[in-house]
């Protein structure tokens, strides 16, 4: 079957220009969509969901975190430093220990909306 190369085209050019007006006052900056986008990026790995999920329950060490997802504690720390650039995750120290928790509430919002997309 022949791919219709007019099926995103306008029957005809007719620009509806107080809609395109609108639309473009409400577009955020190119600089803002970019990092929105880089954000997006780092929900693009599954280990790094599943160590969010974790942290929806408790604050952890690298070694639990590990222990928990049977990974090397060198591959978890990789990938906390990844979330944590990202503001996705906070830490603490107490003593020589290094906790990680969720930053804020927003990280547990994304995935819980990602999480109802996925379910529908």
Do not use: W
Not at 25 to 51: C, H, N, V, W, Y
Not at 103 to 119: F, K, L, P, W, Y
């Amino acid at each position: 079957m022949p791919e219709d190369n007019n099926a995103e085209r306008c029957e005809l050019m007719h620009v509806h220009q107080d809609i395109v007006d609108r639309v473009n006052q409400q577009m955020p900056e190119d600089e803002i969509l970019f990092d929105l986008a880089e954000l997006f990026k780092i929900f693009g790995d599954s280990t790094r969901i599943k160590i969010l999920y974790l942290l929806f329950e408790s604050e952890m060490c690298v070694c639990d975190i590990a222990q928990l997802l049977k990974m090397t504690q060198s591959a978890i720390s990789h990938q906390l430093q990844v979330l944590k650039k990202s503001k996705l995750v906070k830490y603490r120290r107490d003593g020589k220990t290094v906790f990680y928790s969720l930053a804020d509430g927003h990280v547990r919002t994304i995935i819980d909306q990602g999480m109802e997309h996925v379910a529908e």
